[in-house]
C-alpha cells in the first residue's frame, strides 16, 4: 500500500480564499483523523470519522472548517474563508482500529498551508 | 482534560550514547500510548505503541516503557546514531476517548 495520500503538499493562498485540503487513507482502514500541527499548539486533532461517520469534531476551531468523508477512500477538509492564522501543517492519519483496541496510526506527509 | 507533556522540549548528545525521552500524561484512564518519531518537513511515523495493560515494547534499539499509575513513560534509544536525529512525540489513547493527545516533543540532535 502506498500509505496515506495528502495532496497538495503545499497550499499559499490569499485570506477570504476557499481552501481545500484532500485525503486518501490506508485501504481497509476503518478511522481516519485530520489533524493540526503549529509550532505554538503543537498537534491538535481537529475531527475523526469512523467508517465514513464524523464521531468527534469538537476540535474543529470554528464554522470556517468543514470535513467530510463521502466515501471509505477520500476525506476532505475546506476552510472557508480561510485567514492567516489558519497557516500550519494539516495531517491526516489513519487506523484500523481505535478505543479500547487502540492501534497505530498511519500518518500522510501533511498539507504545508500558508494564508497570506 | 488529558495533559502530555515532554522534558526536555530539546536535547543534543554524541554518538553511541545511550538516552532516555520523557512522557507525563495526566490522567491515567488510557487506552495506549504511542511513541512517534518527526523528521523535518516530514509526517510522523509510529514507533512503539504499548497498550494499558502492557508494561513495555521493544523494538531494535528502543525500548518504550508505560507506568499507568504514576502517569509517565520513557522511550530508551541505545547506543544512539546521527540517524536518531529527529523530533519524538508522545501520545497518549483514551480517557473515555478515541483521540489521541500528543505531547510537544522532544527534539533530539545526535552528534557525530
Known amino acids: 500500500d502506498a500509505g496515506v495520500i495528502q495532496s497538495p503538499r503545499h497550499e499559499v493562498t490569499e485570506m477570504g480564499q476557499e481552501v481545500t485540503l484532500r485525503c486518501k487513507p490506508i485501504?481497509?482502514?476503518?478511522?481516519l483523523f485530520w489533524y493540526r500541527q503549529t509550532m505554538m499548539r503543537g498537534l491538535e486533532l481537529l475531527i475523526y470519522?469512523?467508517?465514513?461517520?464524523?464521531?468527534?469534531d469538537s476540535g474543529m476551531p470554528e464554522d470556517r472548517f468543514s470535513a467530510k468523508m463521502p466515501n471509505a477512500s477520500f476525506s476532505n477538509l475546506k476552510i472557508q474563508p480561510s485567514e492567516p492564522r489558519d497557516s500550519a501543517v494539516y495531517f491526516c492519519?489513519?487506523?484500523?482500529?481505535?478505543?479500547?483496541?487502540?492501534?497505530?496510526?498511519?500518518f500522510g506527509p501533511g498539507t504545508r498551508l500558508t494564508v497570506l | 482534560k488529558q495533559e502530555v507533556t515532554q522534558i526536555p522540549a530539546a536535547l543534543s548528545v554524541p554518538e553511541g550514547e545511550n538516552l532516555v525521552l520523557n512522557c507525563s500524561f495526566t490522567?491515567?484512564?488510557?487506552?495506549?500510548l504511542q511513541w512517534f518519531r518527526q523528521d523535518p518537513g516530514k509526517g510522523l511515523t509510529s514507533l512503539l505503541l504499548?497498550?494499558?495493560?502492557?508494561r513495555e515494547q521493544t523494538s531494535g534499539r528502543l525500548n518504550a516503557s508505560l507506568d499507568k499509575s504514576s502517569g509517565r513513560s520513557t522511550l530508551y534509544i541505545a547506543a544512539s546514531q546521527p540517524g536518531d536525529s529527529a523530533t519524538y512525540l508522545c501520545?497518549?489513547?483514551?480517557?473515555?476517548?478515541?483521540?489521541?493527545?500528543f505531547g510537544k516533543g522532544t527534539k533530539l540532535t545526535v552528534n557525530p
Open positions: 492519519a489513519s487506523s484500523l482500529l481505535a478505543g479500547d483496541d487502540g492501534d497505530t496510526q498511519y
Open positions: 485501504s481497509g482502514h476503518d478511522y
Open positions: 470519522f469512523n467508517n465514513n461517520v464524523p464521531i468527534d
Open positions: 490522567d491515567s484512564a488510557i487506552y495506549n
Open positions: 504499548i497498550q494499558s495493560s502492557q
Open positions: 501520545a497518549v489513547g483514551g480517557g473515555g476517548s478515541e483521540k489521541l493527545v
